[in-house]
């Protein structure tokens, strides 16, 4: 089956031929894959300090940084090259190449942060349940990665023919690859519903203030959003959208949807280690209510109450202007122990400056 020769110029209802519609999609989108990276780099320090605590969640979250990093890279040249164009064609052996590769590095790029995120939920408890369900999670992505990878590169063979008429291509018919997009968002759904939703599961059981069970209750769940840009993405594969079928207008929709897909994803994997700081912003604005109790008022004394949230603790305590000596509050007392969980911690209890939650 050969490919189909390429579309003629188009232009879509309310605009006129030359506009250019890149401005939205790659301000947008680098305006929060900048915000991504500085979060990134601000997880990673904290990591450092006061002791080495980097972990596969870490190096993980860095992996799926410099792939969405190469994914705007690839975008910002397919829009230089007239993606974002009314009336344009742009040059099919310029352009197929970079959209198979903004496909594949998207694909990735998703599946490697959601790995990431499993990987980082892994510490905070140790039971069966909770294991299970995570390393499930992550062979699933790993999963998606091998199957949407695939799908990219054979869609057509030989691969040229998804650009350039080839009478002896052999392509998937577009209403089978139409399945192939409506399972793979639906994992994709799935996968982050149960990544965002999963860590309530324990948030209601700690003994800390409402307001303080609400704040990390929405630090956590903040995947929730890149489930309702996915849910978005799926209206549009499916028409629901009303922005056409072909042509710039839809292009930038659909980049714009991608793009905030990894950038809110990378985005969520460092919320966490956020509490700290977002808690004292909002005391200091009034909008939480202050406590007379020392314990109540640490903003990182939820993650004692995790089987092994001290090393969350360590970091978030540099943010603590109460604690200006964090790197000695944790000087090895009787050098480093094991928990119940056998997690390496170190006592240094006899040097906290707070009292202990």
């Not at 079928?245 to 994997?269: C, H, K, S, Y």
Request: aromatic content about 8%; glycine content about 8%; charged content about 15%.
């Amino acid at each position: 089956m050969s490919a189909p020769p390429p579309p003629p110029p188009s232009v879509d209802q309310g605009y006129h031929a030359g506009d250019r519609l890149d401005a939205i999609p790659l301000a947008s989108v680098g305006t929060l894959l900048g915000i991504a990276t500085i979060t990134t780099a601000l997880r990673i320090y904290w990591r450092t300090k006061p002791i080495w605590r980097i972990g596969a969640d870490d190096i993980t979250l860095v992996f799926a940084l410099a792939l969405t990093i190469s994914w705007y890279g690839v975008d910002v040249a397919m829009y230089h090259h007239g993606r974002g164009l009314e009336g344009a064609v742009p040059d099919a052996w310029t352009m197929g190449p970079l959209i198979v590769a903004d496909g594949v590095l998207w694909v990735w790029g998703l599946c490697i942060i959601r790995i990431s995120v499993a990987l980082l939920l892994l510490r905070l408890k140790e039971s069966r349940w909770w294991k299970s369900v995570l390393w499930t999670v992550i062979g699933v992505q790993i999963c998606m990665l091998i199957v949407g990878t695939t799908m990219h590169l054979v869609m057509c063979r030989p691969l040229s023919a998804r650009w350039a008429p080839t009478p002896t291509a052999n392509c998937i018919a577009p209403p089978k690859f139409m399945i192939y997009g409506y399972v793979y968002s639906a994992f994709t759904i799935a996968s982050d519903l149960t990544l965002s939703l999963l860590p309530i599961t324990f948030i209601h059981s700690l003994t800390r203030p409402v307001h303080e069970k609400v704040l990390i209750s929405c630090l956590m769940a903040a995947g929730l959003a890149a489930t309702g840009v996915a849910i978005a993405r799926l209206f549009l594969i499916m028409g629901y959208v009303p922005v056409g079928t072909r042509g710039p207008v839809v292009n930038m929709v659909q980049d714009l949807l991608w793009g905030f897909e990894l950038t809110i994803g990378i985005l969520t994997a460092s919320m966490p280690t956020l509490k700290a700081p977002v808690h004292r912003v909002l005391l200091s604005w009034g909008l939480l209510p202050g406590s007379k109790s020392s314990s109540d008022m640490s903003p990182e004394s939820f993650l004692d109450h995790l089987t092994n949230g001290s090393h969350v603790t360590r970091q978030m305590r540099r943010w603590d202007p109460s604690v200006r000596d964090a790197p000695d509050m944790y000087t090895l007392q009787k050098g480093p122990t094991r928990d119940l969980a056998g997690s390496e911690t170190y006592l240094g209890s006899n040097f906290q400056t707070t009292p202990p939650v």
